[in-house]
């Protein structure tokens, strides 16, 4: 069984979601952001999401944009996230790769893919990577066993739901909402019914991002979702340090054991 | 024009012309795109649209547009005969008001009301909030905050014409920053806002979509430079930023194979400085905007920023279009530094009393070579796609007319 076919199945034993977090490798620099992510875990998240700061995010927000672009700055080279993806797997933690695509397809897909492995990572998650134009990545990711989580989005037809999630493994990223990634007051309850629709076309576990910064919202996705997906918030608390991210994934590894699902949210 | 047939150089149909172009997007907006895409096909088959895109071209943006020879600024290119397509002629002062009207008339067929769009130069921004004005749209402009200071005549334009400007403040604040902002929104509003991409690139269809609203250039050139010449020319010339006015005139010669199709890319300081926008004269293939084309980047894949004296040129990135013509041989590209720009810019001026935009100066600098190369019997059609006047601010600075401020 791949690694995060495991983990899912341990965290459905715990009858519980999964948290995932999300921070940009090289973000403030490639040491601290080594020391985030493994607060990160420390604080109870069950997989990072390591992303590689590109200069064109077109699905982010001001946070992750703006953090990317204090890495970039800060000298990150993309040969880095390896290093990073290795601390997260010396440290005990479990890391997947989360980066536009033309950083991947300039280094060489199967490059890429092989460095990944070497450092201890699962997979990579693609926001602007539909499976119509991942042809090299299917072949490839099948080639190492790494796992290829797509996105599935409110827009998503049926049909591409069904393509997507047929072409992904690991996990399913549902967005939560139309819009670029930043943490919001409300997730939406659009979120619980793309989870419904995408359920109706897969066995793989759902995780829910875009939005989620607190341990009230975390539990409210737990409730219909798999996983549940924190990126901007983790980055905003990066910004006051270690401590901060620890406790932020301390505070959401408890709304994920919550799962107090609202009534406003249909299952 | 009539109604289009299935043309030989339409991409596949998802888009790609070989290995280039594609949808390198979100999930979020294929719907988008996915309806765009069933919404202007079943346009192009439709004849009342046909008719309406083509009675707007006609009664409200000037065309056909003239085809004018240029006898004096020709003796300062070894005695070819250059001919000037003259876009600058249309509403709005620049080709852009081709691919805006189509776009803007596909927008109320989707019952959207609300248009987003991105502007470099502000050509196309000026161009967009003009068919807004008259279709009833409600237009938003995403302009790099370097390009609203340097050209904020146009920034005025747009306002006046109930448009709102919004300036870009992230990255390197030109026109790749406000095509990032401008994704940004148009996944955020989906539902209600068409975005009217100004260029031949970007995700399927605005490539073929766009490209296909700018071939009346190159029909109506084909047509008058022969009854004018007598003969198909040896060369057309075209500048190339995203590249829309270059693949609109090229299309209307592309399966003429005597006649060579030039592509003229920004060479800002020189390509030795670096300090350019020559995409596919220095660049290598990439994923930027939504398609595979060639790209300036580093070696991480990290997006390179362009430079041009032409705020309307300075793009790290191209149409998928232009990369497969490169590769396949049937178009060539070359680059124009900022000086060459600048002085086929007062020549023209001072021989034919046209002031082009800077941006078709480089393809005017550029047919000045082409014309030596080819000597006394050659023909050169040379496409004029916008006016100067937007430019008089970085011209008088240039040359020296006002205090560089």
Known sequence: ?267 | MTERQRNPHDPDERGHFGPYGGRFMPEALIGALDELAAEYDKAQRDPAFVEEFTRLLRDYANRPSLLTEAPRFAEHAGGARIFLKREDLNHTGSHKINNVLGQALLTKRMGKKRVIAETGAGQHGVATATACALMGLECTVYMGQVDTERQALNVARMNLLGAEVIPVKTGSRTLKDAINEALRDWVTNVDTTHYLLGTAAGAHPFPMMVRNFHTVIGEETRRQILEKAGRLPDAVAACVGGGSNAIGIFHGFIDDPDVRLVGFEPGGHGIASGEHGATLSEGTPGVLHGARSYLLQDDDGQTIEAYSISAGLDYPGVGPEHAWLKDTGRAEYRSVTDDEAMDAFQLLSRTEGIIPAIESAHALAGALVLGRELGQDGLIVVNLSGRGDKDMDTAAKHFGYVEDS
């Open chain 1, 1 to 267: 069984m791949k690694t995060l076919d495991a983990l899912f199945a341990q965290v459905r034993a715990e009858d519980r979601a999964a948290l995932i977090g999300y921070l940009p490798a090289g973000y403030p620099t490639v040491a601290e952001s080594k020391e985030l992510l493994a607060a990160m875990l420390d604080g109870g998240c069950d997989l990072v999401e390591v992303g590689v700061p590109y200069s064109d995010p077109v699905m982010d927000g001001p946070t992750i944009q703006a953090a990317a672009d204090t890495a970039l700055r800060n000298g990150f080279r993309l040969r880095e996230t390896f290093d990073v993806v290795q601390s997260v797997t010396d440290h005990g933690g479990h890391a997947v790769v989360m980066t536009y695509w033309n950083p991947v397809h300039h280094y060489g897909v199967d490059a890429f893919a092989r460095d990944l492995i070497a450092a201890g990572g699962h997979g990579l998650i693609t926001p602007d990577l539909i499976p119509d134009e991942a042809e090299e990545w299917l072949d490839v990711s099948e080639k190492h066993a790494l796992d290829r989580i797509f996105l599935v989005a409110p827009s998503s037809s049926e049909e591409r739901i069904a393509r997507t999630v047929k072409a992904s493994s690991g996990f399913v990223y549902a967005t939560a909402v139309m819009g670029v990634t930043g943490a919001r007051e409300s997730v939406g309850a659009g979120a619980a019914e793309l989870v419904r629709r995408t359920r109706a076309h897969t066995e793989l576990p759902i995780g829910v991002g875009l939005g989620v910064r607190s341990g009230e919202q975390a539990a409210e996705v737990a409730s219909f979702a798999d996983a549940v997906i924190v990126g901007s918030a983790f980055v905003t608390a990066a910004k006051e340090g270690a401590g901060a991210v620890r406790a932020l994934a301390e505070e959401l590894a408890g709304g994920v054991r919550r799962k107090s699902g609202h009534a406003t949210v249909a299952p």
